[in-house]
């Protein structure tokens, strides 16, 4: 398949079955890449058309990974490799890598062809989950790995008969268009498993993510009120932590249940949780840093990541034939990028949004691009972040592919210009950034988890950096004040849309004017949202001093240097573009 046709394919596929609307975001859909035959999976299922064993089919990975934690579930086998890799599966399944879980089950398979949980695993990993809806080839392969489970039940217990005949409720032969039905109806299921076995942590997980399931990534609505059914899985997932606290499946899930809401903190636990829990999982070992940002944890966001990118460098020279779990060692680095920059430490930032595209193969820049376009921006991002604009001029164009980095890489090329005060070159890369903008498909947006309203926070967002140059000041605060309160719309992330808060522009633009107290109001905003950063700390000092609050503004001081103390250099402004006297 060439690249074009691959490329239109992906494009309809994903026209045709997003149904998370315009608030999905991150990598929750990149599943879809199982059109273009990039991920891994029961290949044996796919090709049959009817319900059969494992002969003859070749392991990928059939040694045990070392870092895979405790957890265990007693399956129905006497076979202790089976146990094993069942147990390895289930590991890799909640830690997300379902594609691994798949390869460990095969080889469980093998061992105890007699064992219906091995099947039930199979179907659970080729469906659905809460980064990917699943895809008609996916559907087919679940859809007979349970009815192999179901052809074996008899040799079930009844906690495993139980989940093997709700899961049977998720799939359908030829698959179902509208899947809607069917996931409501293994959730119901998977709540009855629940009632009946309500001391069995792992039942409760599946019944907390049957119905995530049904709205993933909508837990919320846009102000982080929960909305219907959210509750339900909180307390869920709660109740299972405190029958086993050490529950890989249900601290993961917990923090993403967690993580847009109004009260982020309540998945500190989870997150301390899985700090070293999976030390083989890049994924898990990243998950606290969703928690850590939202409750201004910077070091702790860094180390964690630091930690997931040599686990996942690690995990490749095991099992190197990878699909989707190519966007999760991506998002690791853009998720460390993102808080170096936050707590001022450049040169890791700008080291890890380098390795987003050093670690990333060619092919997969180019049939999986579209999906993680918007993060591969961030070498820009560090640069803008620490003005080094002469760096920005001679950054190279990125790929044309990459139809989003492209406008944003003219976009600072905008902004770097105009920081110089070379407002002819500035003016030329604003109309070259609205042509790229111009040039991108909504559905290519779409697919990174964006609408439009990214790309206008970037047209306002210029104009506001070249008008500031020029110091009209009342111009640049409308443009910036706009920009903010878009940005402050975006859906939510991980890490965020825009990773330099627009208020830390428009604090510095207060400063400059002396409005102290808008910009005191400005920094508490952007505080409120992203504690302990440093950047609105001290830009909060400068506020409070200009008002004369001089205890309130010796404690941000104190604050700020608490939280900068790893940073590579003290700060002298809330944004690079504005020095602040």
Known sequence: MGQKNGYDLISQFFVRNLRYGKTVMSFRIFALLGVVALTCGLSILRSTEQPTPIAGETIAQDSMFEGMGKHTRKISTNSEATQAYFDQALTWAFAFNHDEAIRSLMRAAQQDPSCPMTWWGIAYCEGPNYNSPITPERSKAAFYAIENAKSRIK??????????????????????????????????????????????????????????????????????????????????????????????????????????????????????????????????????????????????????????????????????QQGMQYIYMIHNSHMLAYAAMMSGREKEAMSAARHMWEQTPDAVMTSMGPFFDRWMCSVYDVQKRFGRWDEIIAEPAPPETLLVTTAIWRAHRAIAFAAKKDFANAEIEYTKFRNARAAIPLAVLEMGGMDDRFLEVSDLFIRGEIALQKERWTLATELLTDAAAIESTLAYGEPPQWLQPIRHTLGAVYL???????????????????????????????????????????????????????????LTTSCKCLEID
């Open 155 to 320: 040799n079930a217990s009844d906690v495993e008969r139980a989940l093997i005949e709700a899961l049977a409720k998720r799939y359908t032969f030829p698959a179902a268009e509208d899947r809607k039905p069917l996931d409501q109806a293994y959730a119901a299921a998977m709540g009855e498993v629940w009632k009946a076995f309500p001391q069995d942590p792992d039942v409760g997980t599946l019944y907390a993510e049957s119905l995530m399931m049904l709205r993933p990534w909508e837990l919320y609505s846009t102000e982080g009120e929960p909305v219907e059914d959210t509750d339900k899985i909180v307390s869920t997932l709660e109740s299972v932590l405190r029958l086993q606290p050490d529950h890989p499946g249900a601290n993961h899930l917990y923090v993403h249940a967690m993580e847009p809401s109004l009260t982020p903190e309540k998945a500190l636990k989870a997150a301390h949780a899985l700090d070293n829990l999976i030390p083989a999982s890049g994924h898990l070992l990243h998950m606290p840093s969703h928690i850590y940002v939202r409750t201004g944890l910077w070091n702790e966001a860094i180390e964690q990541n630091v930690k997931a990118l040599d686990a996942d460098q690690k995990y490749l020279k095991l099992s190197p």
């Open 512 to 570: 400059a004017t002396n409005q102290y107290a808008k910009a005191e109001q400005c920094y508490r905003e952007d505080l409120e949202k992203w504690p302990n950063n440093g950047w609105s700390l001290f830009g909060l000092s400068k506020a409070l001093t200009g008002l004369g609050k001089k205890k309130a503004a010796q404690e941000a001081l104190a604050n700020y240097e608490k939280h900068w103390a790893k940073a590579d250099a003290p």
